[in-house]
């Protein structure tokens, strides 16, 4: 590799970081002002985590409050983190992959589907059977993916939106 390679693969990684930073301040932005009119208390902490922007809206209260911006199963998080999508593209112009956590709820969600992806995957490498699994969101199957793949064995998703679902497959 050349000193000039290196180089550039370094711009381009600290580019890429810069870009993300653009792209949680921008939404942190937005969600202060939803915040502020819905008239809900909550802090923004951001991050960047496995080349996206990761928004989280906490609470020093119990966050009784903020569950209603996670609504039942997510669909409002889910709601409002396409809305913050479109605000970060329409100052950047381009698309972004953020992702929006509110009172800890992706965080508690990512770990039932990771216990849930490994358990299927002990599952299916005691039977050696096929396991299907219920339909998710995209952010579930991919959650549920990576704790298939962790555990050694390989994973598909099967049918259509919004009853795609997770099929753990043997080795």
Request: aromatic share 2%; hydrophobic share 40%; no cysteine.
């Amino acid at each position: 590799m050349t000193e000039g390679t290196t180089t550039s693969a370094a711009v381009e990684g600290v580019d890429t970081l810069s870009r993300l930073e653009q792209e949680g301040e921008i939404a942190a932005d937005y969600l202060e002002g939803l915040l502020d009119i819905a008239d809900l208390d909550g802090d923004i902490d951001m991050d960047v985590e496995a080349d996206r922007a990761a928004v989280s809206i906490i609470s020093d209260a119990n966050g009784r409050d903020l569950q209603k911006l996670v609504g039942r199963d997510g669909e409002v998080l889910e709601a409002l983190q396409e809305l913050t999508r479109l605000a970060v593209h329409r100052e950047t112009g381009d698309r972004s992959r953020l992702m929006l956590d509110i009172a800890g709820y992706r965080a508690k969600k990512r770990a039932e589907l990771s216990e849930l992806g490994a358990k299927a995957a002990a599952e299916v490498r005691n039977t050696g059977e096929s396991v299907k699994l219920n339909p998710m969101t995209p952010f579930e199957r991919k959650v549920v993916h990576d704790a298939v793949k962790a555990a050694g064995l390989r994973s598909e998703s099967e049918g259509e939106e919004p009853q795609r679902f997770v099929v753990v497959l043997p080795a």
